[in-house]
């Protein structure tokens, strides 16, 4: 699967950002769905996550109440919606997916996209 993640930008704190990420090459709706960042000296972090259906959601504790993923299996798009974005949500944003169970999926996803700025000013 291939993947191409957009709709990344600058933002004053507390804006709203949504991004998305277009899957092509096979079976959208098989694979489990993820976002990801890394931010400037920092490992790369779970974000979101998302079941093959939609119906599972997962997130990380810092964006929990804030951010929310989503899917269009009929689209093959994943999408991040961010709001209350603080200076440290600043990042490149990876979308990633896998066939693997969400548990693995969500930890070493298989398949990336090529990343999203987000910068977040205060």
């Known amino acids: 699967v291939q993947l191409q993640a957009s709709g990344g930008g600058l933002v004053h704190s507390g804006g709203s950002l949504r991004l998305s990420c277009a899957a092509s090459?096979?079976?959208?709706?098989?694979?489990?769905m993820g976002w990801f960042r890394q931010a400037p000296g920092k490992e790369r972090e779970f974000v979101a996550g998302i079941r093959r259906s939609g119906g599972t959601t997962y997130y990380a504790n810092s964006v929990k109440g804030r951010f929310t993923i989503s899917r269009d299996n009929a689209k093959n798009t994943v999408y991040l919606q961010m709001n209350s974005l603080k200076p440290e949500d600043t990042a490149v944003y990876y979308c990633a997916a896998d066939k693997l169970p969400a548990s693995a999926a969500f930890r070493t996803p298989g398949y990336w996209g090529q990343g999203t700025q987000v910068t977040v000013s205060s």
């Open positions: 090459g096979s079976t959208f709706s098989s694979y489990n």
